[in-house]
């Protein structure tokens, strides 16, 4: 039950657009199209961003869009905003009956 | 208004025992499987366990299983975690999360705002 590698850290200018990497294998993310990505602003609860890799939940800003190559997903958010800086972290389903999490990303917007 | 409610943290000491309450309301609580997730202090997320909408399937990490406990009361709109054998480690906030379709999904859309558990003699 390894947690998902992502980066500790990325940050970008306002406007711009930024990618946040998520690997793990092929028993969770290179198996299954059941990869989440979620938002977490300090203090407060984590917020669903994708699911499925690349759905949106209704009154999710379309700036957010995830994708997934082999065992490695990724979360794109373009035209950076302030309110953007946050952790961000992904989960998997894995082929153990687990549901795994990546480390989480801290975003900066510069 | 959709949302969840955790209760029942509280400080306790190593071995000992607590158990959390996540009461839900503005939806159809017996339709939908249900996660407990937990994040130390200054830590990541980290999964705890799942349940299926009618109890029947439960999941647990590696690192609970054995002493923790998840069923729910859909007569009651009320998701458990019963935690026994406590540690150190399993200091944290605890949040209940509400999954989007099958429980395999892991897609949380709706949360608590937590309940702190501190293991501490």
């Known amino acids: 039950q390894s947690a998902l590698t992502q980066p500790a850290s990325v940050s970008g200018s306002p406007g711009q657009s930024i990618t946040i990497s998520c690997t793990g294998t092929?028993?969770?993310?290179?198996?299954?199209?059941?990869v989440s990505w979620y938002q977490q602003h300090p203090g407060k609860a984590p917020k669903l961003i994708t699911y499925d890799v690349s759905d949106r939940p209704s009154g999710v800003s379309n700036r957010f869009s995830g994708a997934k190559s082999g065992s490695t997903a990724s979360l794109t958010i373009s035209g950076l905003q302030a309110e953007d800086e946050a952790d961000y972290y992904c989960?998997?389903?894995?082929?153990?009956?687990?549901?795994?999490f990546g480390g989480g990303t801290k975003l900066t917007v510069l | 208004e959709v949302q969840v409610l955790e209760s029942g943290g509280g400080l306790v000491q190593p071995g000992g025992s607590l158990r959390l309450s996540c009461a839900a309301s503005g939806f159809t609580f017996s339709s939908y499987a249900m996660n407990w997730v937990r994040q130390a202090p200054g830590k990541g997320l980290e999964w705890v366990s799942g349940?299926?909408?009618?109890?029947?399937?439960?999941y647990y990490a590696d690192s609970v299983k054995g002493r923790f406990t998840i069923s729910r009361d859909n007569s009651k709109n009320t998701l458990y975690l019963q935690m026994n054998s406590l540690r150190a480690e399993d200091t944290a906030l605890y949040y209940c999360?509400?999954?989007?379709?099958?429980?395999?999904?892991?897609?949380?859309?709706?949360w608590g705002q937590g309940t702190t558990v501190t293991v501490s003699s």
């Open positions: 092929s028993s969770d993310v290179g198996y299954y199209n059941f």
């Open positions: 989960s998997s389903w894995t082929t153990s009956y687990t549901l795994v």
């Open positions: 999360a509400k999954i989007v379709g099958v429980i395999r999904r892991g897609a949380m859309d709706v």
């Open positions: 349940l299926s909408t009618g109890g029947g399937s439960t």
